[in-house]
């Protein structure tokens, strides 16, 4: 009979007490992109918010990381876009190491995140993703069919924070490149 109590995990336990967020650097890259390999896999290219990032650094300042030690366990990225004349900001993706989840780790960087937009100045923030988990954040749906992306997405995961007065009614149509 075996002693499953002596079982050693494959990954060491949490230790949130060591938990380092801090804005992105350079040297994260890469590793926030094995990250992204092994939690989403290669269907996330085909992804429409995927597709509109492609190839636009993030935004070093609104983005944010979370290590334990050397150990990467979380990001999530911000990346400039516009609607029209307007500059927004895209959320995402928003990564969490599997063993760290349900921690409030993707929340905290979240919330760090978007405290920088908010004291940089931006407007909006936009992204892709449940209702149920960012309405904490303070997202909404965006309504049908006032801005979209290019690409098919589900228009119920079309979702937007707004961060100064009045700034999504100035958004309208198709969400494209920074340029």
């Given at each position: 009979?075996?002693?499953?109590?002596?079982?050693?995990?494959?990954?060491p336990p949490p230790d949130l007490a060591a938990l380092d967020l801090r804005p992105l650097r350079p040297a994260d890259?890469?590793?926030?992109?094995?990250?992204?390999?092994?939690?989403?896999?290669?269907?996330?290219?085909?992804?429409?918010?995927?597709?509109?990032?492609?190839?636009?650094?993030?935004?070093?300042?609104?983005?944010?990381?979370?290590?334990?030690?050397?150990?990467?366990?979380?990001?999530?990225?911000?990346?400039?876009?516009?609607?029209?004349?307007?500059?927004?900001?895209?959320?995402?993706?928003?990564?969490v190491e599997p063993a760290y989840r349900s921690r409030g780790i993707g929340e905290a960087l979240a919330l760090q995140s978007i405290e920088a937009c908010r004291?940089?100045?931006?407007?909006?923030?936009?992204?892709?993703?449940?209702?149920?988990?960012?309405?904490?954040?303070?997202?909404?749906?965006?309504?049908?069919?006032?801005?979209?992306?290019?690409?098919?997405?589900?228009?119920?995961?079309?979702?937007?924070?707004?961060?100064?007065?009045?700034?999504?009614?100035?958004?309208?149509?198709?969400?494209?490149?920074?340029?």
């Open positions: 009979m075996s002693d499953l109590g002596s079982a050693t995990p494959s990954v890259l890469p590793l926030i992109e094995r990250l992204d390999e092994r939690v989403f896999g290669p269907g996330r290219f085909t992804r429409s918010a995927y597709r509109l990032r492609e190839g636009v650094a993030p935004d070093f300042n609104l983005s944010r990381v979370a290590y334990v030690g050397s150990l990467l366990i979380g990001a999530n990225l911000m990346t400039l876009a516009r609607c029209g004349d307007q500059e927004l900001v895209l959320l995402g993706p928003l990564t004291a940089a100045g931006h407007g909006v923030i936009v992204l892709v993703g449940d209702l149920p988990y960012y309405a904490r954040l303070g997202f909404k749906p965006a309504p049908m069919g006032k801005i979209t992306l290019p690409g098919p997405v589900d228009p119920a995961r079309l979702l937007y924070c707004e961060l100064q007065p009045d700034a999504f009614a100035a958004l309208s149509g198709r969400i494209g490149r920074a340029v």
